[in-house]
């Protein structure tokens, strides 16, 4: 087990009814809020008024700053960072699904800084202050209620970016799973999808002696795959929603990572993509992750035979491991089919995607190899493109 | 699943050499430190000295007050309490187990506090002030070095009180499973039935549709079970070591409980034998636990069966599920037994220990009927001391 420090400071708030706390715990942190939001589904359902509510009771003002989109766009978190000096803004509300929360962290982080937000994206500079954020989560997904990263999408590029800073996790995250029953299927797959990743990436290592994380991880995944296509089919099922609502929350709050180097390529080969199709993160990973495993799987057969039989319950071929490794990479595209994810690029309608395979898998490896568990130039990438077709 | 409320700021410093990091962590919290700890260990093995060196490299001044026993007492706290206040300590660095952490916990709400730090165990006052904790763990078992609560001994009595509160969470706890190298093995098996139990009480539960929070509880307890032995039959097994120190802290954050009720009765009944017999706790659970699971097995034969085939790998009993439960509960105690914990009261040399029952049953119950999974009156709790017997 390598050596670890490990934060998670976020307060989680999580069941029915919860979104009427928002106000009370905003008011621990700010007087003034920026009420940070999408499209307009919080409105259509109603959320919008409760949270409105809830910060009218706790005496806070507020501003707003609504259209986030998925692949959250720097041009929109600089007019939040705009209006948030200009209001004199001390805390953000993020009302939404990971884009609105990474929106919000990067406006969190922008406020307090003279140079341009971008800066800390690209690496130019650490973040030093921020404003404090809280959570109401609609969208259980990406994890970004209480993890440490942050992801943005530069159109002048177009790039797509993660920064991670414990400085912008969220001070406290409401969960309500029945704010999640309006969710199409697919957004509720896509979603699983991309919790599930989030797990396999701190999976898929080469640190040795992780017993207890390796068997966190698979708890996780475990209760993902059963959960998920439960909430698709009855998307009023409660417990179903429950269960995949806190294990978003677990898969990407680092906890299960500890001690171990998780590998993230495909995360990057994924950014790629969403940010030149603005296809959904979970769905792109449901078909890029096979392909990457597909391309990494003789580096620890051992390794994928476990996941295969811890996960997916494969029976251990003792003869032949690399049956059992590839077995659990055919279920788990099995199962990202039985929720109606794509697993492959030729199903999901993207345009000219042959031809854009060379600058994605060029643009991926810009600053650096991808990959820890195994590290892959921009040959490598264009073959798990080209795998995942 | 039940709406919960989860907090667990505590920053995990984990791996080796990570003791010259304390008075880095504890600048940020205070200038002044008491420096409190149990008996001579600390110091024959050297990391007194290197926690010293940590404070004075980090600036900073300190007092000491060593000396806490196991089942820690109110009179040493209270002592505490006036050192701090006479020195103008603002931080209190644990050097120690759970013991010395949570008479830590007693000193930090009894520094701010006017009245006698007993009022807060007893349940006559809430804390709502406390200074800051950080603590270096020597002996993973209780995971006081995130918790939320302190179990305190009051002489006067004997009665031994637990209390939690968000307000004395550690800091930061800096863990390094090399520290743990020189425990001798009784205290090693002891803490793990102490780790193991606390995932135990959190398990048994009448909640229903907690999958995740099941499958974490399962991952847990398979993991100290499998890691504990290793590390008594080489206790320089880092790997080992690092597992079920990683693990005790895990079982006892409130991470797999949410969601859940936790039963508890067992470490009530344990508290009352640990008061009055002064017995390790974890060697007091692991003869309490298996009593307590047959006197309440029938109440919940699917989770009991649960429990075996999860945990134990026993074969699930289709047509006599009873079967399979009690299984579980006979490997549970081959389990207690292979490192060398006693499982029977009768093993465990404590005089008087039948002529006593009566009043340790009556002293458990004696502010309310002690479970949740099932509530036990004194009669119930003195028929489980006798199955334990």
């Not at 990474?102 to 406006?107: E, F, G, P, V, Y």
């Not at 991309?194 to 995944?221: G, Q």
């Not at 030729?346 to 000219?352: H, I, K, N, T």
Request: glycine residues 10%; hydrophobic residues 40%.
């Amino acid at each position: 087990m390598e050596n670890f420090s490990f934060l998670n400071p976020t307060r989680i708030i999580f069941g029915r009814g919860t979104q009427s706390e928002a106000g009370a715990y905003a008011a621990k942190y700010g007087k003034k809020v920026l009420l940070h939001y999408g499209g307009g589904s919080i409105k259509r359902s109603g959320l919008y008024d409760q949270v409105v509510q809830s910060l009218s009771d706790a005496g806070l003002e507020f501003v707003e700053l609504g259209g986030v989109q998925p692949n959250p766009r720097l041009t929109l978190a600089k007019k939040g960072i705009e209006l948030a000096r200009a209001e004199g803004v001390d805390f953000i509300l993020a009302v939404g699904g990971g884009s609105v929360i990474d929106s919000a962290k990067c406006i969190s982080i922008g406020v307090p800084y003279e140079g341009g937000v971008w800066d800390f994206y690209d690496r130019k500079a650490v973040p030093g202050k921020a404003l404090g954020i809280g959570v109401v989560l609609t969208i259980p997904a990406a994890g970004s209620e209480s993890s440490d990263s942050s992801v943005i999408t530069n159109e002048d590029g177009p790039y797509k970016t993660g920064l991670s800073s414990d400085i912008f996790i969220p001070k406290f995250a409401i969960l309500n799973p029945e704010l999640t029953y309006t969710l199409p299927a697919y957004q509720t797959a896509s979603g699983a999808a991309d919790m599930l990743a989030h797990v396999m990436e701190r999976y898929f290592t080469n640190a040795r002696d992780v017993d207890l994380s390796d068997k966190l991880c698979e708890a996780l995944m475990r209760a993902i795959i059963h959960n998920a296509p439960l909430a698709i089919k009855n998307p009023e099922d409660y417990n179903a929603r429950a269960e995949i609502m806190w294990s978003a929350t677990l898969a990407h709050n680092n906890l299960v990572g500890m001690g171990r180097v998780g590998d993230w390529a495909s995360h990057h080969i994924q950014h790629e993509l969403g940010a030149v199709y603005d296809m959904a993160h979970g769905a792109g990973l449901a078909i890029i992750f096979p392909a990457w495993m597909k391309y990494v799987c003789k580096h620890d057969v051992t390794r994928f035979a476990q996941f295969a039989n811890k996960v997916f319950g494969v029976e251990y071929d003792f003869w032949n491991p690399e049956n059992t490794a590839l077995e659990g990479i055919a279920r788990l595209e099995r199962f990202f089919e039985s929720i109606d994810m794509p697993i492959r690029l030729s199903q999901a309608g993207l345009p000219d995607i042959e031809a854009n395979i060379p600058l994605m898998a060029k643009k991926a490896t810009r600053k650096a190899l991808q990959g820890q568990f195994v590290k892959l130039g921009a040959e490598d990438i264009e073959k798990i493109y080209h795998l995942a077709m």
